[in-house]
């Protein structure tokens, strides 16, 4: 922080990126003689210093942007890749956005690839463990900030943003029409990826809530962790649909949506339990027109992935004006506009 004055100055910013003040000045100044990796520190430093003056733009060069991408779902995959795809059709050719799907979404191999990343800059859909938490804080430590999209890295202090909706908010919702759509009362279950992602501990979290408050009578009777996996999800659903009897409602905060939906078209007719997942991906559009699925909360990766950019490249300092709001708004899609 600047020493008791109201304004920053190159002393401060010295102290902040850890150089010496003449380093400083043949930054600011454009004197060379100065790697790349300390420019691009100095001036991050006089940027969060909010130092008044006109910063040089040292990123003329190639700026590369990595998309991490922990094993997600072929369906969720598909979406979220022609979202980046999209955005990097519109990009400056100074910039390159290089997507990476990392089979491993072991915590440690997360991690590992973190810190072996050659990137100026990452977004990383991810786990949030202490491992991965620890790689992107020393990533942002070394002047390459990280972005978190999708679902939050809340142990990580050094991530510079979430991009994404508000899971929270979208598991609240999912309580409220649960609670309200439901033909009468009864057991409710939760399905899910794995609580290890902040995403699905926040929508289970907001559903607890959403469903106490509208239908304190409607308990959750079990909460079921497949991984995405669909045999999985199908066998711990009609284990539960057995072990319940009487469940009125199902939520997915994960994928696996269609081999739960084959479970469902055994155990009922299609319309007698409220079955609320999450994106409106083909497969679960013609889920909701067959009547099987009830709702599905979307989420517009189009959006996130130009938003999670746009936020990595002001940092960086080729983006003059300020980014968007890091929070992207959630839709609710039934048969009737699927």
């Known amino acids: 922080m600047p020493n008791g004055r109201n304004k920053a100055g190159l002393q401060d910013v010295a102290r902040l990126a850890g150089v010496g003040i003449a380093t400083v000045d043949r930054v600011l100044n454009e004197r060379g003689n100065v790697s790349p990796a300390t420019a691009r520190r100095v001036i991050e430093a006089a940027r969060q210093l909010d130092l008044k003056r006109v910063l040089p733009r040292p990123y003329v060069r190639r700026i590369r942007i990595e998309a991490l991408l922990a094993k997600p779902d072929p ?29 491993d979404a072991e915590p440690a191999a997360v991690a590992a690839r973190l810190r072996g990343s050659m990137a100026d800059a990452v977004i990383l859909y991810g786990e949030d463990h202490p491992d991965v938490a620890a790689a992107v804080d020393e990533l942002a430590a070394s002047g390459r900030p990280v972005v978190s999209m999708v679902t939050d890295l ?12 508000d899971n929270v908010k979208a598991g609240r919702t999912a309580g409220f029409l649960a609670a309200r ?15 290890g992602f902040r995403a699905h501990l926040d929508r289970i979290e907001g559903f607890r809530t959403g469903l106490a408050r509208e239908a304190p009578e409607m308990p959750i009777a079990a909460v079921l962790e497949s991984h995405d996996e669909d045999d999985r999800a199908a066998r711990l659903v009609k284990k539960a649909l057995a072990d319940h009897p009487g469940v009125v409602a199902l939520y997915n905060t994960g994928g696996a949506v269609a081999a739960v939906a084959a479970v469902l078209r055994r155990w009922r007719q299609p319309g007698e339990l409220v079955y609320i997942g999450h994106e409106l991906s083909p497969e679960n559009a013609e889920l909701l027109r067959e009547g099987v699925l009830t ?8 959006l996130q992935a130009r938003r999670a950019v746009e936020i990595l490249l002001h940092r960086l300092g080729c983006l003059d004006w300020p980014p968007a709001a890091a929070e992207v708004p959630f839709t609710l899609h039934t048969r009737e506009n699927a």
């Not at 369906?75 to 089979?103: E, Y």
């Not at 909360?297 to 189009?302: P, W």
């Open 75 to 103: 369906p969720f995959l598909l979406r979220l890749t022609r979202g980046f795809n999209t955005i990097a059709a519109t990009l400056d050719r100074a910039v390159i956005l290089q997507r990476t799907i990392l089979a």
């Open 154 to 165: 809340a142990r990580a202090r050094g991530r510079l943003a979430y991009v994404g909706i």
């Open 181 to 195: 759509l439901s033909r009468r009362q009864g057991p409710v279950l939760v399905l899910t990826n794995s609580t």
């Open 295 to 302: 709702i599905a909360i979307d989420q517009a990766f189009e």
